[in-house]
């Protein structure tokens, strides 16, 4: 076989072996194999450039010791250094005569004689060596020179392969995690977890894989950046244990992490404390934390201690000198940080790292605004719930003293007839006894009828001072704008209107006079009153709430708050009965509460009015008088 | 001779104060319900209204309001059997308000002390 047609052969290989699988370092090794077999020499080495730390790795060989594998070369140390870093071939029988070779036991070059060595040339600078070692001093044929520059051209092109595949690998995991932390995120509403997730998968997960991560919230009251949580081993020895532990749950990691609920194990952390103990001042140019914030952007810092924004004390506490941190933005509000650091392991934060971590942090993001916007639905329900609890309550105990009030009024008009006319029995008995001479009969008749109207008198009085005892709840009142309470009220109702397509519309008149008033009680009666119109308006519709100053009577004047909605109104046999405290008790929805309203309303001086017309709507009017008047009668 | 119209549902208790009313001197004439009050005034005015609140159809607060706005500042007298309305910022249009009772003589108080003042004023 000739020169050139060994020489085609191994090309016609090594294109073979390059096409045909896309696992870089078996490629690698497949070609070196036929390298050295079908060249006839005595070893053959790749080595590749690594990004991270720049030096040459040694990534695939055939004829070396195990050793080898070790080497790491600077670009420019040694032939293989000064092939990568001028980019041209070198070929030397005798490598170690010349001045440019460095001696690497490892290798055990002093068995070889010659060496080639090609760089792996892609644009600048190369992407590494091949190297082929003969232990028989040789010269190397320009035929041969020319088949290992393009094989090297070969590998170049695998590389590139690799790279495009290793980078779509990334950014497939990258968008299987953020999928996964998404759905985590969403179906946990509890802060604390969301938020346990998002930094576990920071520093645990294959995403970040930052040793450790804090979290900082702004805290509005001593505008300061509180540390809330921290994660990461509390030393080198619990980062080796937790490193092994994790690497047997590779593959369903972010499933683990999930699903665990020892979220006590993190709270106790010695880390989570620490970080739970820091707190720093939210001022301009004064600590890097702060500065994340104000400026809305990332930092990577890489050399703590020559960096104006961190102190030393900073860099003491966390001990390190190489970290990075994000701001967690939602809706274009900065709510916090997060810092990441490698104290363990050391690893460069690249920027691909702080650009993943920058994704994460929108996540973390919305869990925070996710479970503030959660409790606080819950603090307004169970504030809708408890008034509630008080209205049925109150209501009845007005049932009853409505109940009191009613049957003393029904007694009471019969005994002002039989009283009064004993009274009057007794005055003409005695008129008549007078006139007449044989009297002792009707004298005792009087007497008769004085018992009667005096036990009448005891009976008015018992009535009165029941009433009196049962006139419920004293007053708390206060000057207050109607229209304030009125919008405190509606508050409550927001997410309510929304979700049932409620159209409020308000018109509230400015500047009306200062009413003295039970705010606590009003409110009671608007947020009854605005519930019972949310019942009716389950299809949705309008509310429309008007306040006014009017006249009555043309007497006094008086302000009205009227409270109009479209739910059709209420049937007439209900209607009749809104005001029925027995009756309203037993239908919940429609009417709830309105006796209670009225007693309310009543008891500040006012009235309550409600127009329902059926087919449209409800319309309540409560009209409230400017002054308390309570003693008006006095004068 | 000063008249006085008395509105109330209870058929006794008109019949009690027409009787006490007309022995102290007054012209009394008697209504059952606020609309039959009203229809009264058409004809003629008295000088002074007692008007029981609670009735059946129009209660007494709204003939009230229905006397003031239509026939003028006529002397009002509520009447109820207890103080509730009292606090009714709209009984506070009326010129006196009086808790039913069997002893009339705070009610007779009334009504003098309120011919004085208009006799003064």
């Known amino acids: 076989m000739t020169e050139s047609s060994i020489s085609l052969e191994i090309l016609q290989e090594v294109t073979r072996i390059a096409n045909s699988t896309l696992d870089l370092d078996e490629t690698l090794q497949n070609i070196i194999q036929v390298i050295k077999n079908k060249m006839h020499m005595d070893a053959c080495a790749i080595y590749l450039i690594d990004e991270s730390d720049g030096l040459l790795h040694l990534k695939a060989s055939m004829g070396l010791p195990d050793d080898a594998k070790r080497i790491n070369l600077k670009i420019g140390q040694g032939v293989t250094g000064w092939v990568a870093q001028q980019g041209t071939s070198l070929a030397l029988s005798e490598a170690m005569q010349d001045p440019r070779f460095v001696y690497f036991p490892e290798i055990e070059e002093e068995k070889f004689h010659s060496l080639l060595s090609v760089p792996i040339l892609a644009d600048c600078p190369p992407l590494g060596v091949i190297n082929v070692h003969s232990v028989e001093k040789r010269m190397f044929q320009l035929e041969e020179i020319t088949v290992l520059e393009t094989i090297a051209g070969q590998v170049t092109g695998c590389l590139r392969n690799a790279i495009q595949f290793h980078q779509n690998q990334m950014m497939l995991k990258e968008t299987r995690i953020l999928y996964d932390i998404s759905l985590a995120v969403q179906s946990t509403l509890k802060l604390e977890h969301g938020l346990w997730v998002i930094l576990s998968a920071i520093t645990m997960g294959e995403a970040g894989g930052f040793n450790r991560a804090m979290l900082f919230t702004i805290n509005d009251k001593t505008q300061c950046l509180q540390g809330i949580m921290g994660m990461g081993p509390d030393s080198q020895e619990d980062a080796v244990r937790i490193w092994t532990e994790l690497d047997k749950k590779r593959g369903s990691l972010l499933d683990w992490v999930i699903k665990e609920t020892q979220s006590d194990l993190i709270r106790n952390s010695k880390f989570n404390s620490f970080v739970c103990g820091l707190s720093y001042p939210l001022n301009p140019n004064d600590n890097v934390l702060s500065e994340t914030v104000l400026q809305k952007k990332p930092f990577n810092i890489t050399h703590a201690k020559e960096h104006p924004l961190v102190s030393q004390e900073f860099i003491d506490a966390l001990g390190v000198d190489t970290f990075a941190t994000v701001p967690l933005i939602a809706h274009e509000e900065v709510l916090g940080v997060i810092l990441v650091d490698n104290r363990y392991d050391q690893k460069r934060i690249t920027e691909e790292n702080l650009r993943f971590l920058t994704r994460f942090t929108v996540y973390a993001s919305w869990v925070i605004e996710n479970s503030r916007l959660f409790s606080k639905l819950l603090d307004t329900n169970r504030e809708l719930l408890s008034m509630k609890e008080q209205l049925v309550q109150a209501e009845r105990l007005s049932a009853l003293g409505e109940m009191a009030a009613e049957v003393a009024h029904e007694i009471k008009n019969p005994l002002v007839s039989i009283g009064g006319f004993a009274r009057r029995l007794k005055d003409k008995m005695n008129t008549l006894s007078k006139k007449r001479e044989d009297s002792d009969e009707l004298k005792s008749a009087a007497n008769y009828s004085e018992i009667i109207s005096n036990e009448v008198e005891r009976l008015e009085r018992l009535l009165k001072n029941t009433l009196i005892y049962s006139k419920s709840g004293a007053l708390e009142t206060e000057e207050c704008q109607i229209n304030k309470l009125i919008e405190e009220s509606l508050y409550m109702f927001k997410s309510g209107f929304f979700e049932k397509n409620i159209n409020l519309v308000t018109q509230f008149e400015e500047d009306l006079p200062l009413l003295n008033l039970d705010q606590q009680k009003i409110k009671q009666v608007l947020i009854n009153l605005v519930y019972n119109s949310l019942e009716s308006l389950s299809m949705g519709g309008m509310l429309k709430i008007q306040t006014y100053l009017e006249d009555y009577a043309q007497k006094q004047k008086m302000v009205t708050v009227r409270v109009e909605d479209t739910g059709g109104g209420v049937p007439q046999d209900i209607f009749e009965n809104i005001f029925n405290p027995f009756f309203t008790t037993k239908h919940s929805g429609t009417g709830l509460g309105l006796s209670i309203c009225r007693k309310i309303i009543e008891n500040h001086g006012g009235s309550i009015r409600v127009e329902n017309q059926i087919g449209k709507g409800v319309t309540v009017y409560l009209h409230l008088p400017l002054q308390m008047g309570l003693d008006y009668y006095k004068n | ?121």
């Open chain 2, 1 to 121: 001779m000063k008249s006085i119209l008395v509105v109330d549902d209870e058929q006794n208790i008109r019949f009690l104060y027409k009787e006490e009313l007309e022995d102290d001197g007054y012209k009394v004439s008697v209504a059952a319900t606020g609309e039959e009050a009203l229809q009264k005034l058409d004809n003629s005015i008295p000088d002074l209204i007692i008007l029981d609140i609670k009735m059946p159809g129009m209660d007494g607060i709204e003939v009230m309001r229905k006397i003031k706005d239509e026939k003028g500042d006529i002397p009002i007298i509520l009447c109820s059997a207890y103080g509730r309305y009292k606090q009714d910022f709209r009984a506070w249009a009326s010129d006196a308000y009086v808790v039913k009772s069997a002893d009339l003589r705070e009610l007779k108080l009334t009504i003098k002390e309120i011919f004085n003042q208009r006799i003064a004023g």
